[in-house]
């Protein structure tokens, strides 16, 4: 069984098609196709409060590429998702139904709640018995969530993310409010939180990190450094040096603020980076549906 995920962000649009294999009780998934479009729908949005005619019409484009590719494959089911550009934009419903008639694929646009439950998906096999705080930062949004173990303890999304430009009093703003909001949660006065990171601009500052070759954590303090070495290049330099893409090396300072910032707020040490995102918790949401099972046991015969 072949299955398909799209996920529709704010900085880049991903088509993942994974190989389902099934043994038993347990389910394998093989990653045959990747692709990441850097069309990035809240650069209009959240200046315009819409998607522009332009943008319209490359993303048409794309769609209409993806499903040729999912048809090409021969994907059993599919599943595409729009986040906070979507849900947004003041034309986002006539955008996902002019899409729907003219490419053949239907979006389903989510909030903030239901992408962090898909998302958690993703990170479950990468958790044990301890404490931690999930964040991902998105290019419209951030989602916190916190587990004790496997269970789901609280979870919010913050409209706060690496495309959506904000001042310093906003992003001030939101760093008090994400403060608050763990004073209150049972984490407020937890030990030995573990930090878990998802997104791209942390899949990033993690490849910097000379961890990168052994492991899957870094420390605060690690973080920390390599955002500052980041910051010392340019833009342009962030390009051809650091050999960022365009879309990422605008946005993976404020990024890494927010990052730090939530580490602090609930004294984790040490980050992990399972380098997986919300594209495999769609595919993992997919085979539920698609075969009525729930997922307990998942082996990866390749990394998403």
Known sequence: MKLAAIDIGSNAIRLQIVKVFEENDLVSFKKIEFLRFPLRLGQDVFKKGKISLGIIERYIKLMRTFKL??????????????????REAS?????????????????????GEEE???????????LNKG?????????????????????????????MGSVRKLLRKDREKYFLEISQWIKKTKFAKSKNVIGIGTGGNINKLFKLSRRALSGNSISLVELKAIR?????????????????NHDR??????????????????????????????????????????????????EYLQEF
């Open 116 to 126: 962090a439950r898909i998302l958690n998906k993703a990170i479950i096999p990468f």
């Open 131 to 159: 404490k931690a705080v999930h964040i991902d930062v998105g290019g419209g949004s951030t989602e916190v969530n916190f587990f004790d173990g496997k269970k789901l303890l609280d979870s919010r999304s913050f409209k």
């Open 228 to 244: 500052a070495y980041v910051k010392e290049f340019s833009y342009e330099e962030r390009v051809s040096i650091l050999k960022m």
């Open 249 to 298: 090396a605008d946005v993976i300072i404020p990024a890494s603020e927010i990052y730090i910032n939530v580490l602090e707020s609930v004294g984790a040490g040490e980050i992990m980076v399972p380098k997986v995102g919300l594209k495999d918790g769609i595919i993992y949401e997919l085979y539920e549906r698609t075969t009525q099972k729930d997922i307990d046991k998942i």
């Open 91 to 111: 034309n986002g419903v006539e955008v996902r139904n002019l899409l729907s008639s003219t490419t053949g694929v239907d979006i389903h646009i989510i909030y």
């Open 69 to 86: 590719l999912i048809e090409l494959y021969e994907v059993e089911a599919y599943y595409a998702v729009a986040t906070s550009a979507m």
